[in-house]
């Protein structure tokens, strides 16, 4: 199983980024996935997950409204697009997949500063 992520960079406040993580090495069409994060010092928490089949999608309250989690079954990709941007954003972003067993990426940095 291989997750990875990549579109993290430095961005302005207010500006916007658009992460993608691609997967490989298990059925991404019945895996759920999800986008975490963890800022320096602080705990692992959720950003988002969406269903295996797109339909459903949940979002943490800090991020609602300004994020989006959507998923390319047919390119085994699931994306997280991110606007509206605040310096509270910065940490690394994490993607996981859930099949019965959790499985991580290795992380992309988000910076939001002027």
């Known amino acids: 199983v291989q997750l990875v992520e990549s579109g993290g960079a430095l961005v302005q406040p207010g500006g916007s980024l658009r992460l993608s993580c691609a997967a490989s090495?298990?059925?991404?069409?019945?895996?759920?996935m999800s986008w975490f994060r963890q800022a320096l010092g602080s705990e692992r928490e959720l950003v988002a997950t969406?269903?295996?089949?797109?339909?459903?999608?949940a979002y943490g309250d800090s991020v609602k409204g300004r994020f989006t989690i959507f998923r390319d079954n047919t390119e085994n990709t699931v994306y997280l697009q991110m606007n509206s941007l605040r310096p509270e954003d910065t940490a690394v972003y994490y993607c996981?997949?859930?099949?019965?067993?959790?499985?991580w990426g290795q992380g992309t940095q988000v910076t939001v500063s002027s």
């Open positions: 090495g298990f059925t991404f069409s019945r895996a759920v």
């Open positions: 996981k997949a859930w099949t019965g067993a959790d499985y």
């Open positions: 969406i269903s295996t089949d797109a339909r459903n999608a």
